[in-house]
């Protein structure tokens, strides 16, 4: 193999690695709230939490799904180190819970089950329950439509427990993704201080207990949140198509110095 097709096997390599690290996007990005009581500023990077939802899954292979999302602790340190409500007040002086909603299709092939977001479908609200489950504190912090998502059901999965897998053992049958857009209102911008302007994508990260696809389902899980700013977040075809002009450059500059 002469240098010329070295090189553009290797760069090819280093173009596929890009592109396919760029599907992974969503680190863990800190923000600093001012929170609710006499607990001090604090830095996060993730919120986690626990979700319920009614998912309806009709015969034409489409979904729809209403879920309610209620933080249980800030996470910093790159996801390491669990904040106590002490430290936060997360649960003792306010609550945070969402309301996401979102349509999409849904395949199924064999055990599993494979479930697709579609854009534009719903919505998402963040709020700040100041009272604590007593009606009429609720203020609501930011909002966002849902850009895409996937989900995956396995109920064969060996961390799953059900009467058809005798085997399983446990309540992870599969896990799901999504991203949303984010905007805070002016109440969210007291609350969620840095940065500023806040980030304007949130992530969403939940696992799946086992359910049956069909007709109307009552599910719940675990589920966590990140924040990103979509300019962070690039496109894979652009990552590629940048990885190709690479190569063509690289090409064309061989060719100049043959002619020379």
Do not use: H
């Given at each position: 193999m002469?240098?010329?097709k ?14 396919s ?9 800190s923000?600093t ?5 006499p607990?001090?500023?604090f ?6 939490g ?32 669990a904040?106590e409500?002490f430290q936060t007040?997360?649960?003792a002086?306010y609550?945070?819970f969402?309301n ?18 579609q ?5 998402l609200?963040?709020?700040?329950d ?6 009429g ?5 930011g909002?966002?439509n ?19 897998n005798?085997?399983?053992n446990?309540i ?7 991203s ?10 007291s609350?969620?201080?840095?940065p ?25 899980g675990?589920?966590d ?6 300019a962070?977040?690039p ?7 940048l ?6 450059l690289?090409?064309a500059?061989?060719r100049?110095?043959?002619?020379a």
């Amino acid at each position: 193999m002469n240098a010329f097709k070295k090189t553009i096997v290797a760069a090819s390599i280093a173009a596929a690695t890009i592109f396919s690290g760029t599907a992974a996007a969503a680190p863990f990005n800190s923000f600093t709230v001012d929170p609710v009581g006499p607990q001090a500023n604090f830095v996060a990077d993730k919120i986690t939490g626990n979700y319920t939802e009614t998912a309806t899954f009709n015969q034409d292979g489409t979904f729809n799904v209403s879920l309610v999302w209620t933080a249980g602790q800030f996470v910093g340190n790159g996801g390491n180190t669990a904040y106590e409500a002490f430290q936060t007040g997360l649960g003792a002086n306010y609550g945070l819970f969402a309301n996401y909603s979102a349509s999409g299709t849904y395949s199924v092939s064999g055990s599993t089950t494979t479930f697709n977001f579609q854009p534009g479908t719903g919505s998402l609200d963040l709020f700040m329950d100041t009272t604590l489950g007593v009606a009429g504190g609720n203020v609501l912090l930011g909002s966002g439509n849902p850009l895409a998502g996937q989900g995956t059901l396995n109920p064969m999965l060996s961390t799953c427990s059900n009467p058809g897998n005798p085997s399983g053992n446990g309540i992870n049958c599969g896990s799901f993704g999504a991203s949303s857009s984010f905007a805070l209102t002016e109440a969210g911008s007291s609350f969620f201080v840095l940065p500023n302007p806040f980030y304007s994508m949130s992530f969403q990260s939940g696992q799946l207990n086992n359910f049956t696809p069909s007709g109307t389902q009552t599910i719940n899980g675990s589920l966590d949140v990140v924040f990103e700013n979509a300019a962070e977040v690039p496109e894979p075809a652009s990552v590629g198509l940048l990885g190709l002009g690479m190569l063509g450059l690289y090409a064309a500059r061989r060719r100049n110095k043959k002619a020379a």
